[in-house]
T-cell receptor, first 114, second 114 residues
Framework: EAGVTQSPTHLIKTRGQQVTLRCSPI?????VYWYQQALGLGLQFLLW???????NRGNFPPRFSGRQFPNYSSELNVNALELEDSALYLC?????????????FGAGSRLTVL | GDSVTQMEGPVTLSEEACLTI???????????LFWYVQYPGEGLQLLLK?????DKGSNKGFEATYRKETTSFHLEKGSVQVSDSAVYFC?????????????FGKGTKLSVIP
């Protein structure tokens, strides 16, 4: 069974640019979570999608947005990149009804903003 | 709101030494508690979990007991190996209080030297 896959694995952008990160959940999983892991800050919750709807978002500005597609894959978009957006972005998925009690994480997309 | 506090790292131990990483939490409901591990260059993996008071989670020689009276979930291992070198994250989910994402501590980096 394939795990949670994320792309790209690494990318470099400059301030002001926009980036799109992608996540494919485990087959049968309907929820997707996005987390930001910035140096020294631990993991910060960004967004939760379930059945195509945004269910909750963390304390991040509106330039962080995303969506979930009918096949349950998800995109995270970050507009007007700032230096402090440099981080590892982790996606996780869970099966219907299990919520955050059984999350499977991907390996992440490492974003560097210059 | 919910929060997790874990001991600051880094922690450096010799092989076969005993490990304890302290974790305490604050939650409004009755959370489930987790330890995740992140090996270098990888995403997070669930190490163990406990869903109610006095439950003990265990995996790969690691153990943690859900202590409601002290709001703690300390991670222990009797004899660490070099392969245990990683970052360890304590986390909680408070679905009973309507919080459907994981709240993480800042992580503790463990280095085990031969």
């Amino acid at each position: 069974e394939a795990g949670v896959t994320q792309s790209p694995t690494h990318l470099i952008k400059t301030r002001g640019q926009q980036v799109t990160l992608r996540c494919s959940p485990i087959s049968g999983h309907t929820s997707v979570y996005w987390y930001q892991q910035a140096l020294g800050l631990g993991l910060q919750f960004l967004l939760w999608y379930d059945e195509g709807e945004e269910r909750n978002r963390g304390n991040f500005p509106p330039r962080f947005s995303g969506r979930q597609f009918p096949n349950y894959s998800s995109e995270l978009n970050v507009n007007a990149l700032e230096l402090e957006d440099s981080a590892l972005y982790l996606c996780a998925s869970s099966a219907p009804g299990s919520g955050a009690n059984v999350l499977t994480f991907g390996a992440g997309s490492r974003l560097t903003v210059l | 709101g919910d929060s997790v506090t874990q001991m600051e790292g880094p922690v450096t131990l010799s092989e076969e030494a005993c490990l304890t990483i302290n974790c305490t939490y604050t939650a409004t409901g009755y959370p489930s508690l987790f330890w995740y591990v992140q090996y270098p260059g990888e995403g997070l993996q669930l190490l163990l979990k406990a869903t109610k008071a006095d439950d003990k989670g265990s995996n790969k020689g690691f153990e943690a007991t859900y202590r409601k009276e002290t709001t703690s979930f300390h991670l222990e291992k009797g004899s660490v190996q070099v392969s245990d070198s990683a970052v360890y994250f304590c986390a909680l989910s408070d679905q009973g209080a309507g919080s459907y994402q994981l709240t993480f501590g800042k992580g503790t980096k463990l280095s085990v030297i031969p």
